[in-house]
DNA sequence: GTTTTCATGATACGACTGTATCATCAAAAG
DNA sequence: CTTTTGATGATACAGTCGTATCATGAAAAC
């Protein structure tokens, strides 16, 4: 219990100033403990960034099924699709700070790759594929192209959420795009989930 | 020119190591020169940091003219488009340095919003109504989509690019993902630029 | 009842950070 | 020739960092 509270200050305080700042110190004020205690639960500064990442991915999927949960059951292929990719998009509070903590967590893992170690490419390959098997279960593509539609698809949502983290557009902008484009892609029948 | 070329160290620090661990003394090593003289010519670190990201502003502006350029004169519209999003893309070691670097300073400034003021959204949006105009002129969307096409294409490359940088795949990979989408685009005619 | 283990606190150490101060040297201005 | 100005060096200061050490209390094991 403890130790996942302290993982939940570490989020807190990545999400309002930035990972940088999140000094173990930090971490254990804000949390409400000694900073002995973030050293026991978490032995290094590197564990304890590791288990905000493990946390944080937790809380991605979580969402992300709570989305496509949402769409009523069975789902269809296409709204698989939608409800993942605009569970992703930072459109609401609880998605701008995941998304933004991930952005902190991305560029420590490329100034800093020994971090993440194989964690890296493991979700987003997993993600990816998940979305090809739903493009081609739809019939929206052939099984050569699905796994170039999907990477594309997973590569315009996140730009599409680095655009609204950075202030180019807000959220319903965003969501406009996407959908634009998953509606040439579907046919726009499917649906338009949440 | 000295401050250029401490200018140029901070960059090469912040590609290699990571933006965070470049202090004023690394980058002073780095440049040859004392730490006295970093503080003389940059007045603070917010003052080094911002001219960073300028120098690094103008290096891509450079690429991406150059990669135009290349594609011999006068380019069409569509080449206009290939030419700028493959300029952007990492497919080499300068512009994986680059977006390397890009992408460092875009969650310093997520973090610490004031570092950038409104140089922040300008650059992007202009490049955005850029390649909204190209894809017009070339007949491939309505004005009334345009736009639309021009956000999504730009978001595309990022995100792609983000997957390169992140090791989910390499640039030729990214490119023909890129391809594919241009292709569809404008109808598989436009040449592949580069 | 004693011993071991888990959980927590207080504090210290050395390294690093950005910034400031004082001094020096060369060249240009007057 | 003197004075001012620009460029450079050496060093100091106060703060923060991650980590380590020593100590204490409570509960569990035996």
Chains 1, 2 share one sequence.
């Not at 493991?122 to 170039?148: H, K, V, W």
């Amino acid at each position: 219990m403890r130790r996942r509270e302290i993982g939940a200050a570490l989020l807190r305080i990545a999400d309002t100033k930035g990972l940088q700042s999140a000094s173990m110190r930090e971490v254990a004020a804000e949390a409400g403990v000694s900073l002995r205690l973030v050293q026991y639960y978490f032995q290094s500064k590197n564990g304890l960034l590791l288990a905000g990442l493990a946390y944080l991915g937790e809380q991605l999927s979580a969402r992300v099924e709570r989305h496509i949960r949402a769409l009523g059951t069975p789902p269809t292929p296409a709204g698989m699709v939608y409800g993942t990719l605009t569970a992703i998009l930072p459109t609401d509070e609880e998605s701008r700070r995941i998304t933004r903590t991930y952005a902190a967590y991305y560029t420590l893992v490329l100034a800093e790759p020994d971090l993440a170690t194989e964690h890296g490419t493991a979700y987003p390959d997993a993600l990816e594929r998940f979305l090809a098997r739903q493009i081609e279960a739809a019939g929206a593509a052939s099984p050569a192209d699905s796994a170039t539609i999907a990477a594309g698809l997973l590569a315009l949502t996140n730009g599409l959420g680095s655009s609204v983290l950075g202030g180019q557009r807000d959220g319903e902008a965003a969501l406009a795009v996407l959908r634009y484009h998953l509606d040439r892609l579907f046919g726009a029948v499917a649906g338009g989930g949440q």
